[in-house]
């Protein structure tokens, strides 16, 4: 799209059509509105007008996170919020953290430092901020996941 001397990647969005656009080597992931109201997660090359859906019907749609092929993202079922990475070459997913007592009012996100995955944030609108982590090689089990609390961290 071109206007006034402007070159646009794509046209503007409406009614959080699209939300949370990241961009990482060369690629855009983003969450795109279907129809009932669930989002797919979605990756797009830059300067591409090909898309790859990587997730269908996401029920939370905080900022995806990106590290060595592999996406990390959140998940929402039967009140528990799930840290979940994809495999983007395999397209294999594993549960690695989670939070159980959430709903939709959920403001738990993902983050990623050097080899740990992290969720942050409150289950439900009401609820504490909680702190938790897991190394990706250990993946989710009860005994791996490190816990934020008195101001350090701890297992």
């Given at each position: ?22 961009l ?16 797919n ?34 998940d ?19 549960n ?12 738990v ?47």
């Open positions: 799209m071109q206007n006034k001397g402007k070159r646009y990647f794509r046209n503007d969005t409406k009614n959080d059509e699209i939300v949370n656009m990241q990482e080597c060369g690629f855009f992931y983003y969450y795109q509105k279907q129809t009932d109201g669930s989002y997660l979605i990756r797009q090359k830059f300067g591409s007008e090909k898309t790859v859906t990587l997730v269908e019907k996401c029920t939370l749609t905080d900022y995806p996170v990106v590290y060595a092929n592999r996406l990390y993202y959140t929402l079922k039967n009140s528990t919020v799930y840290a979940k990475e994809l495999n983007m070459n395999s397209m294999q997913t594993k690695m953290l989670h939070t159980s007592n959430a709903d939709s009012s959920s403001t996100g993902i983050g990623y430092g050097y080899q740990y995955v992290f969720l942050f944030g409150s289950p439900t609108a009401n609820s504490a901020v909680q702190y938790r982590g897991s190394c990706i090689y250990t993946s989710a089990s009860t005994d791996n996941i490190i816990k934020f609390s008195k101001g350090k961290w701890s297992y």
